[in-house]
């Protein structure tokens, strides 16, 4: 049974004041609709009000009001989604965390870090940059860490360092009834009780609010070295990287661009990269250990045709190389100015790769959609854009077409329906395929258990 | 409420029977004294009949017998746990998934393996030794992949390649009601809905039973050395340790065990080595990268007094090196013949370890009880065993003194009642303290949620 929602009048906006101030609750409509959105094609739905919150005492004293009240609550970090995440579909209260922005505690010698939820990756390396430490997890934007683990968010890095799952050491989180938890200790290890961290971490905000983010940082690799590498054919390109990584090179990153996203990442950055399947590469590690993995990659990639390698060794040309590759997305729309973007996301196991890949780019070719494809190849894990006309309902009709055919043939392939960019509203329908009506039984289960009113983000993840 | 539980009568066991065969349904007292019981000095609770399942599907169908009756099911391996976890308190019926012990597939090529859940870390090694590769994870004891997956273990390689936590990648679940479930995809990553796989991993047999594992694998390095190194005092071996981690040199094993326990290993393995506080290495990688590892140890070891380093590069020397480690539990047994084992299971963030183990060792030296200190230091995880005479109360009395003390110790330092051993009933008192009250309780709620009877191995990890 659907629960009833409460209704958001001015004595419940002046309640909301009193638990912050004036300055930080909005109803202005602007706000709204841009707090209702992300970077997707999903619709956007406005919440009634923003909240900007300060601490996690705050979290949970707004928190409170709105459980008694039985009013939704939609997380915001920084609105960098896919899926539909922030959308307020029951109306409710956006509380946006992009001001709990301090570092509340790094500790070089536990090689860990606590934020508060709001934190910017890129601000949080800003901060680590004197300690010799650093945090790699990269999903090109530069999202808000609380936002990234409840997406479980991962990106370029997660060859060699894994996702968020692998990189929360704990969390503080808000839950539904606005008490206080923390998931676990800050030892590295602990086999106590059910695993509350990653029970959290990709949750999405339908089961609390993540207000801080206790992460495992990683040394500065003594050399970094970074190199651009077109191929002969898409088959082959793929190919190289799944021998990589059947070969157990720790590489650090290793993405392929499809030759029309060279030609629009070229466009776009002003760059005359060969127009053809390449793929990015760094590598971390010591000075001989950062030789070896070059020599080994070279001579596979020779293997396949690749012989072209562009090195980066210098930070200015490494990031001239990534941000290339992170402004990916935007250099496909820009392809077509005023469309927007239909974003695939599937990962299969790597032994699939090819097969995956490949049968994608027919049905590009096959469909009178332009599109690209881009991935975290190392993973197992891609992506297509399609750029669409958002005034040509075909175009958008064709795009979704497409984005579930590489759904199911991921499924098909024991493979997931999303990699990285998570469920939102936009997935939904393809969970019961992945775990069965049992396992989305579970999944149901724990939601109505955690948050029995549904004021959690609600129509997220699970549908009660 | 608790659950009131069914009777387990002759016609039930004639459906257990129908369900499998006669042969593989027994109540002999024999046999369920042995299953209720771990090597822990926990009191045994034997379970009403045993029965050896062979595939998912008859789990299933014992699993709906049970639930249909209400009887409870506690699942068991290899009994080797050491927090009571297998005890049937409530009586009923012990799942003996030691004859599912079949490596269902290995695939190389995607670096992970499918086994049934009652194949043994050594037996998937053995399997595995025509591949390439192996399964790294190592508790000591021979478990089986099920047990280790449902208890979260570690052990000595957990400090390069993590634990249960990190290497399990998708599980096959009978769920309480009897349905059949797949935690996940084979993907390397996915941010497809809530994580059952890790809800799953370490709890217990309390949400559903384990049938089948699909692990990550790793390719056996080119290059593996061991070497054992005493030092000058407990002080400076545990300094010793914590550097290195902080230098963030990938070391695959680092123990420790104080001069005590190198005194009962030399005893119990009939080997010579210095008895001092000493560190147990292991190094993996390409020739050139253990070359650089071995180095920096080195030069490390010599900063904290470490200068007899003894090196053992072939399979054999090791073998022996591991072995003596490994049984460093029963030689501190055997100092005392006839007596029973208390161990403790800590962990703590890295940079508390010397004082958390230096601690520990003057509590050791103030009790009138023996007790030795081993530990998988470089997670900052670390044990004692004390060996006390069963027939003596005074004895267990003073050894659970001090494994109190142990933890609140470790909690205080923000670390964990429990490492790697789990639970159980044995621990239980102290997931509050290291939770709070609003997390145990979400625990709590988990537990109703997925298992409203409380049929799965009830009286462990939370109490309805």
């Given at each position: 049974m659907p629960t009833q929602y409460g209704t958001i009048d001015q004595s419940f906006l002046d309640q909301l004041v009193e638990l912050t101030s004036k300055e930080r609750v909005s109803t202005s409509q602007a706000l709204r609709d841009q707090h209702g959105?992300?970077?997707?094609?999903h619709e956007a739905f406005a919440p009634d009000v923003v909240i900007f919150t300060h601490s996690t005492k705050e979290v949970a004293s707004v928190v409170r009001l709105c459980a008694e009240k039985k009013i939704p609550i939609i997380p915001y970090g920084t609105?960098?989604?896919?899926?539909?995440?922030?959308?307020?579909l029951h109306g409710g209260v956006c509380i946006d965390?992009?001001?709990?922005?301090?570092?509340?505690k790094a500790r070089p010698q536990d090689l860990d870090v606590t934020v508060q939820a709001g934190v910017t990756r890129k601000a949080l390396n800003e901060y680590l940059r004197d300690t010799g430490l650093f945090f790699p997890i990269d999903p090109g934007a530069d999202a808000s860490l609380g936002g990234m683990a409840s997406t479980r968010a991962s990106g370029t890095n997660a060859v060699r360092y894994g996702t968020m799952r692998e990189n929360v050491l704990s969390l503080t989180v808000v839950n539904p009834k606005g008490e206080v938890i923390?998931?676990?200790?800050?030892?590295?290890?602990s086999a106590a009780g059910y695993d509350l961290t990653h029970l959290y971490v990709g949750s999405e905000g339908t089961l609390g609010i993540i207000t801080e983010v206790t992460l495992r940082l990683y040394g500065i690799p003594e050399k970094v070295t970074a190199a651009v590498c077109p191929f002969p054919s898409l088959e082959e390109a793929v190919n190289m990287v799944i021998t990589t990584i059947q070969c157990g090179i720790p590489v650090a990153r290793i993405e392929l661009l499809d030759d029309r996203q060279m030609y629009a990442v070229n466009q776009y950055s002003k760059l005359n990269y060969e127009v053809a399947p390449t793929l990015f590469f760094e590598f971390h590690g010591s000075p001989s250990a950062v030789d070896e993995q070059v020599e080994q990659v070279k001579s596979i990639a020779e293997d396949f045709g690749g012989e072209n390698f562009q090195w980066a060794s210098q930070q200015e040309e490494r990031d001239r190389l990534w941000n290339a590759r992170h402004n990916a997305y935007y250099a496909a729309l820009a392809l077509r100015p005023g469309c927007r973007g239909v974003s695939s996301d599937a990962c299969v196991p790597i032994s699939r790769l090819a097969e995956a890949i490949l049968e994608t780019k027919k049905d590009i070719e096959a469909s009178f959609l332009e599109g690209t494809i881009v991935g975290h190849v190392g993973d197992g894990n891609y992506h297509t854009l399609f750029a669409f006309d958002p005034n040509d309902e075909k175009e958008l009709a064709e795009a979704k077409r497409l984005n579930a055919r590489i759904v199911e043939r991921a499924l098909v392939m024991?493979?997931?329906?999303?990699?990285?960019?998570?469920?939102?509203?936009?997935?939904?329908?393809y969970l019961e395929d992945e775990f069965g009506e049992a396992g989305l039984e579970i999944m149901r289960s724990i939601k109505r258990a955690m948050d029995p009113d549904n004021i959690m983000n609600p129509g997220k993840i699970v549908a009660l």
């Open positions: 959105t992300d970077e997707s094609y609105g960098t989604s896919l899926e539909g995440h922030v959308a307020a965390l992009s001001q709990m922005n301090e570092v509340i923390r998931t676990s200790s800050r030892s590295k290890k024991e493979g997931t329906c999303t990699g990285e960019h998570g469920v939102g509203h936009g997935k939904m329908k």
